[in-house]
């Protein structure tokens, strides 16, 4: 079997005699932004951040997500940041598609490649740079990390996803798997970054209605995914935002495997008092 396979945005704009028609969405229940639409013009440089421009992709906003922000991160050689988290209380998690990047975190240095996958709690003091020749481009999921009395913080965990065996789902002969980061037992974690596979012809044969918010980006492959009441053609770079509830239920018709990056909320009571969102302030 061929290897993984992560498709990243590269920038760059179309011709003026290109077509506008194009598959972006953003309705009440869920956004589809697609790799056409991750162009120059919506990059945004951010604080402290040397060589590096991103793509923002999901932000907490009212009525809609509000447990976690998404970005794309682009650092271009010799370029990083000694002061990349703005907050003291989120948590971070890093998943590299191309190039390479090393994590400073305590005295030691981590470098990830591609498939590679840091979790980073809150208050961490981390560092990014790129010591390498080509971009590194790579995911930073960020959430207001979920204290709970009882338990500790987890330590700072860095993984490949070759060197993670995937988990079939029951009754699918292997066709539908999850490479699961973080043990899905362990309370101390408050979100789960995985990567789902589906071999050609695979399913979600049900309409998953749940509480979690999610973040799917392809990494590799096409698919059919259905969205609240629609079905919306995906393809590797597209994005995919649910909000919490939205149905959802995939058909990965092929020719070659499918698979995305995601991130859910997980393990934490509702908060029940007006305004105690678990979100990142806006």
């Excluded at 953003?26 to 639409?37: C, E």
């Excluded at 490649?113 to 980073?120: C, V």
Aim: net charge negative; hydrophobic share 40%.
């Amino acid at each position: 079997m061929a290897g993984p396979i992560y498709h990243a945005p590269t920038g760059g704009h179309p011709p003026q005699s290109e077509l506008l028609t194009g598959r972006a969405v953003f309705t009440t229940a869920y956004a589809v932004i697609p790799k056409g639409v991750m162009r120059d013009i919506v990059t945004s440089a951010l604080p402290f951040w040397d060589k590096t421009r991103c793509w923002v992709l999901s932000r907490p906003l009212s009525g809609f997500a509000e447990t976690f922000s998404q970005y794309i991160m682009e650092v271009r050689p010799g370029g990083g940041s000694f002061r990349p988290e703005p907050e003291a209380a989120a948590e971070g998690a890093l998943f590299v598609m191309e190039g390479e990047l090393t994590i400073g975190l305590g005295g030691a240095a981590q470098r990830l490649q591609p498939g590679g996958y840091a979790w980073l709690p809150p208050a961490s003091d981390w560092t990014a740079s790129n010591a390498g020749a080509a971009p590194a481009r790579f995911h930073w999921i960020r959430k207001r990390y979920e204290k709970v009395d009882g338990l500790d913080v987890p330590p700072p965990l860095f993984r490949n996803e070759r060197d993670v065996v995937p988990v079939a789902m029951p009754g699918t002969d292997g066709r539908w798997t999850t490479s699961r980061f973080v043990d899905p037992d362990d309370l101390r974690h408050d979100m789960h970054v995985t990567v789902v596979s589906f071999e050609p012809g695979a399913v979600i044969p049900f309409a998953e209605t749940h509480v979690m918010e999610h973040g799917l980006y392809v990494l590799e492959g096409k698919a059919v995914y259905r969205l609240n009441q629609d079905w919306v053609e995906v393809e590797a770079g597209d994005y995919m935002w649910l909000r919490a509830f939205c149905p959802q239920a995939c058909y990965a018709g092929g020719p070659g495997r499918f698979r995305y990056l995601l991130y859910k909320d997980v393990n934490r009571h509702m908060k029940l008092s007006a305004g105690a969102g678990s979100g990142l302030p806006a």
